[in-house]
């Protein structure tokens, strides 16, 4: 990449969004260990983007996150706050204090079985007490893989799982993981249940010093940092962290891109009238400041709606989940962050976030929708326009932004990605002579069949913005196994029995500027006028003032009228 790599900081703010994070950085690590007979080629997307090099004390080398974390105490079961690849046990036996210690002994959680090989498959402690790294190749993630001396991972059961950091296989920088440690993770009390509990957090001096040190340290060792992109909690205190983060980094870090993701666990209960009123009240004023302070703004939800009225969750044909499980939804969601936001992570002719956030976000359209197709349904002996002319005239993704059947709305702007097929099936292989079935079979590129066919799809004068990758989505564990017997290892739609394990998907993405945003946040709005806010005081003695609410109110209204499908892009 010319000039460099152009660097992300990534913040994640939330126990949901450690879920999501978690299956992230686990593809991520995937993709970084290719196996030796890869069909795919190197050098498609960037790790730089995301990661950094470091050495430990010991001069080891380190590819870890660049990546600062926020959630609460009790959250990290048996990871330790600093990690565990620059721990210094001879430092730890050195205490220079002789005098009487007493010492606290907090309950020591056991490791997860699955996470009971990591430490093993990446290094070794010495019995000099030195932790030795193996060697990293080409100075990037971990050794490479071999089936010959990698042994089989465990797979984790979804009732192994109590919290992100249970299916953790990455390590983290000392830096990364900043605990707030007022509120608990765990029971009913001390719950950071409100959006301005959150933003109170960083109004204090101990945490937004915190997070203003821990910015500078990865801020300041980059290059050509583009952004920062915030994997933020929606339905819950975060929304309020997530808000006061964004503002923190428009003011000092002017001009670089901010896309936050809003995330929200699967379908509520009715029965749960406190959870759901705060939810709603989160998600409002949430989306409401994060727009405010980011240049692009996108819930992401396998939920069917981000309002009082639950619906049910999103279908996938070739994927069974568990909507009540984060460890699935999560998953899911982090293999649509994978792909939507591949443009500013190529590493030829990349987009960069200003400039895909520009395209999106025109005449006052912050928030975006997302979709994808989980995984594309390509039969082997198809090509790319047999498979997009049988998906038709419907929209091909599944909605994962809870706004509902997107049937009838229409498109601004989108950025579609799509992933993981065969150069070979890019476009159609009928014998020359062959009556073509769809102006689709007549381009000669991958490329100008995806862009074909969106512009078939769309209105005319819609900004659109498309990428065709070879490389796929990477599925192994501890990813839950949601697939359907009828894929093969590469996540291809078969006719026979199964070939063996998914290990790897093609995945079809995008980002839009749509008019559904216009029903969904009018609605919003909706059932936030209605509610009786002498009920719920609780929210409001959090630190939230009855002119706060009328704001947010008049800025949901506003927003929501963006999305009108009058509006023209010919300004």
């Known amino acids: 990449m010319a000039g460099g790599p152009r660097e992300v900081l990534t913040l994640q703010l939330g126990h949901f969004a450690g879920f999501v994070g978690a299956h992230w950085w686990n593809q991520q690590d995937a993709a970084l260990c290719r196996p030796t007979d890869a069909k795919e080629p190197p050098g498609e997307l960037c790790p730089d983007v995301l990661y950094r090099t470091g050495r430990t004390l010991h001069g080891q ?139 109170s957090i960083l109004k204090e001096p101990k945490y937004l010093e915190e997070l203003e040190d821990r910015l500078h340290f990865y ?102 989940y568990d909507a009540a499980l984060p460890f699935h939804c999560g998953a899911i969601l982090a293999t649509a962050l994978d792909t939507i936001t591949v443009p500013y992570r190529l590493c030829s002719s990349p987009v960069s976030m200003v400039h895909l956030a520009d395209m999106l976000n025109f005449s006052g359209k912050k928030v975006v929708t997302a979709g994808a197709t989980i995984p594309f349904p390509l039969v082997p002996s198809q090509s790319l326009p047999d498979t ?7 929209t091909p993704w599944t909605p994962l932004s809870a706004c509902g059947d997107p049937s009838g709305t229409c498109c601004f702007a989108q950025s579609v990605v799509l992933r993981g097929l065969d150069r070979a099936c890019h476009t159609s ?56 017997s009828s894929l093969s290892q590469q996540g291809l739609v078969l006719d026979g029995p199964p070939t063996g394990a998914v290990e790897s998907i093609p995945v079809l993405g995008a980002l839009c500027s749509s008019s559904s945003l216009n029903r969904t946040l009018g609605d919003l709005a909706k059932d936030l006028a209605r509610l009786d806010l002498r009920r719920w005081a609780s929210f409001m003695d959090a630190g939230v003032e009855q002119d706060d609410l009328e704001e947010t109110l008049q800025e949901l209204r506003s927003l929501a009228q963006c999305y009108q499908s009058g509006d023209s892009l010919m300004d």
């Open 61 to 199: 080398e380190t590819y870890t996150p660049r990546l600062i974390l926020m959630d609460l105490k009790g959250s990290l079961s048996s990871l330790k706050q600093e990690g565990g690849l620059y721990k210094d046990k001879q430092l730890d036996a050195a205490i220079a204090w002789q005098g009487k210690l007493t010492t606290h002994k907090e309950e020591i959680y056991p490791k997860n079985p699955y996470l009971q090989d990591l430490l093993s498959a990446e290094g070794v402690l010495n019995s000099d007490g030195i932790w030795r790294v193996k060697s990293i190749p080409n100075g990037k993630g971990p050794p490479p893989f071999t089936t010959a001396t990698t042994p089989k991972p465990v797979i984790p059961t979804e009732g192994s799982i109590r919290v992100w950091s249970d299916f953790l296989r990455v390590h983290l920088h000392p830096r990364s993981i900043c605990m707030i440690q007022k509120y608990n993770h765990d029971g009913e009390a001390g719950r950071l249940e409100a959006f301005g509990q959150g933003e």
């Open 219 to 320: 801020v300041e060792e980059c290059d050509y940092l583009q952004g920062f992109q915030i994997l933020c909690d929606l339905h819950n205190g975060f929304s309020g962290v997530g808000a006061k983060a964004a503002e923190l980094l428009q003011d000092e870090y002017s001009g670089r891109g901010i896309i936050t993701w809003g995330l929200l666990p699967g379908p509520y209960c009715l029965g749960e009238p406190q959870k759901n009123i705060y939810r709603l009240l989160n998600t409002a004023f949430g989306l409401v400041h994060l727009s405010a302070h980011s240049s692009l703004v996108c819930p992401l939800s396998l939920g069917g709606s981000l309002g009082l009225q639950p619906e049910p969750p999103v279908n996938f044909p070739h994927l069974q």
């Open 388 to 394: 997009l002319m049988q998906l038709g005239e419907a």
């Open 429 to 484: 292989q009928l014998t020359p002579g062959t009556p073509l079935p769809s102006p689709l079979h007549a381009c000669t590129t991958g490329e100008e069949v995806l862009a074909q066919y969106l512009q078939q799809q769309q209105q005319p004068r819609v900004r659109s913005s498309s990428h065709l990758l070879l490389t796929p989505c990477k599925v192994v564990p501890p990813y839950p196994y949601l697939f359907s």
